[in-house]
Nanobody, 121 residues
Framework: QVQLGESGGALVQAGGSLRLSCAASGRYVMGWLRQAPGKERDFVAGISRSGGSTYYADSVKGRFTISRDNAKNMVYLQMNSLKPDDTAVYYC??????????????????WGQGTQVTVSS
């Protein structure tokens, strides 16, 4: 059983920064996903088991950075230049089946409880 726990969500002004953290048991391909009110859940960023490969949604490329510390079993999402459109519940997710970074939500089989990020204009 994979256990996940996110933290770091907050209310921030547009242009600001936040860092989300996720504690995960086990070394898997991991991702950050988000769901805005009234919208479907979307892929944000993913990282390989070693941390050597990353992948980003076009909407966050150049502003967000995913990283991991395998010694601490932690994954992070550094979010800079935040926009009101980034407002969503952010979920940490694990893909126990993938060998490579995946942007397909169906590949992620464990999810955290989510943390709210609100960006005010």
């Amino acid at each position: 059983q994979v256990q996940l726990g996110e933290s770091g969500g907050a209310l921030v002004q547009a242009g600001g920064s936040l860092r989300l953290s996720c504690a995960a048991s086990g070394r898997y391909v991991m991702g950050w996903l988000r769901q805005a009110p009234g919208k479907e859940r979307d892929f944000v960023a993913g990282i390989s088991r070693s941390g050597g490969s990353t992948y980003y949604a076009d909407s966050v490329k150049g502003r967000f950075t995913i990283s991991r510390d395998n010694a601490k079993n932690m994954v992070y999402l550094q979010m800079n230049s935040l926009k009101p459109d980034d407002t969503a519940v952010y979920y940490c997710a694990v893909s126990t089946r993938s060998l490579f970074v995946s942007q397909d939500l169906k590949d992620y089989d464990y999810w955290g409880q989510g943390t709210q990020v609100t960006v005010s204009s």
